[in-house]
């Protein structure tokens, strides 16, 4: 059957194609190492099962209001009161299956053809393809000569007549990068000037390394809060990936806007997943540092085994559980991170995101959401079939 035109221009995620490639090595019997995971090791938290459970024995098993339940709601404007300290109300919020889904509405709702929305390379993979079925055109500014770092300048460079979005992801996947404060404070000026909308996705800004403190353009002054979109959710943070519960917050008319297109697809959320959701975000927070934790160790490990192995070149990540580094120096050899990620499946059963798909052809992305042992073990593989050569 002829398959329609939009959807025939769509790629498939690489990301998640890795992972299931993986599972079918796996469901074979072989020991692969896999590096794609683009999801937290650990399991959900307990309280936060039990509250899922509970919802479910009770009975908050029926629809719920579109946009989300108004305790998810107020626990999200609670959160961001917490972090951001901005005041919002549930009108500020909606609630989706996932933060991809949040972004995927706000993008409909926003943009249309003829418009550009500004996204820094290497970016998450479903940025451009997402604002292309919004029928926008996205504008890449490519990062990889500033050390993977966002600035206003390349920002400025960037604007047109027709720029109506920029995309904000610190810390980023895949880079794990921040973008500096000074920075964000002169992009938003420049968004003020001009009349662009800021969409702020801070999915990753729980897991953050060393002294550096996550800072949101959303906090530079009333006037940037109006004109930013604030995306976060479950998955990362308490490790809910599969139970798909994201959200945006940001101006009450476009949210509402944003309500009445996913009444019209998905509906709400799951409804017990919601329950889950709401004593994610108002029980204590110990496990979010306890883990995050855990993660800078295996930052410090896999950097330093992946320097261990010529060829390859690192920028340290300042957050995330992504790393990303260069392989330039393999580049001659296999044309391609494609190529080298085939080879490195084939050759040892190790799984790396090649980079193209990111925006990025000449990096790799190894997921740190794995264990140590993993880590030495994985990266011992790469060094040895690299050295091979
Ligand atoms: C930068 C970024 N934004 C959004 C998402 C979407 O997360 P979810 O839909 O699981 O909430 C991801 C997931 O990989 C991501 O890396």
């Known amino acids: 059957m002829k398959i329609s035109t939009?959807?025939?221009?769509?790629?498939?995620?690489?990301t998640l194609s890795i992972t299931a490639k993986v599972k079918e090595l796996r469901a074979q019997g072989k020991d692969v190492i896999g590096f794609g995971a683009g999801e937290p090791d650990f399991d959900t938290p307990d309280n936060i099962k039990q509250a899922a459970i509970e919802a479910i024995n009770k009975g908050v098993t029926k629809y719920t209001p579109v946009g989300g339940s108004p305790a998810l709601k107020e626990a999200v404007c609670a959160s961001i009161e917490a972090d951001y300290g901005l005041q919002t109300t549930p009108d500020n919020v909606i609630v989706s299956c996932g933060a991809k889904h949040s972004l995927y509405n706000l993008f409909l709702t926003l943009f249309e053809q003829g418009d550009e929305v500004i996204c820094a390379a290497p970016y998450w993979v479903s940025y451009p393809p997402m604002i292309e079925i919004a029928g926008a055109t996205p504008v890449i500014v490519d990062t990889r000569s500033e050390g993977m770092k966002l600035t206003a300048a390349m920002v400025k460079e960037a604007i047109t007549a027709r720029t109506r979005g920029i995309i904000i992801n610190s810390p980023s996947n895949p880079t794990g990068m921040l973008?500096?404060?000074k920075e964000l404070e002169e992009i938003a000026r420049l968004c003020v000037e001009h009349d662009i909308i800021i969409i702020s996705d801070d999915i990753y800004n729980k897991i953050i390394f060393d002294d550096k403190e996550f800072f949101s353009v959303a906090t530079i002054s009333p006037e940037v809060a109006r004109r930013t979109f604030i995306i976060n959710g479950s998955s990362k943070t308490y490790s809910m990936t599969g139970w798909r519960i994201g959200y945006c917050v940001g101006d009450a008319t476009v949210i509402k806007a944003m309500t009445r297109l996913q009444s019209q697809?998905?509906?709400?959320p799951t409804s017990f997943a919601q329950e889950g959701a709401v004593v994610s975000l108002r029980s204590d927070q110990g496990i979010v540092e306890e883990r995050r934790k855990i993660f800078e160790k295996r930052r410090?490990?896999?950097?330093?085994?992946?320097?261990?192995?010529?060829?390859?070149?690192?920028?340290?990540?300042?957050?995330?559980?992504?790393?990303f580094p260069s392989i330039k120096g393999y580049l001659d050899r296999f044309g391609s991170a494609e190529g080298l990620a085939d080879y490195l499946l084939e050759k040892v059963l190790v799984a790396v995101v090649p980079?193209?798909?990111?925006?990025?052809?000449?990096?790799?992305r190894l997921s740190f959401a794995t264990s140590e042992k993993n880590i030495i073990e994985g990266l011992e593989r790469i060094k040895h079939a690299l050295t091979a050569l």
Request: proline residues 10%; negative net charge; without cysteine.
């Open 355 to 364: 980079g193209e798909g990111f925006g990025a052809d000449d990096h790799m």
């Open 179 to 181: 973008v500096e404060r």
């Open 300 to 323: 410090d490990l896999i950097v330093s085994k992946i320097r261990e192995i010529p060829g390859l070149d690192i920028i340290p990540p300042d957050g995330s559980f992504y790393s």
């Open 6 to 14: 939009l959807v025939s221009k769509i790629p498939a995620s690489p």
């Open 265 to 268: 697809s998905t509906s709400n």
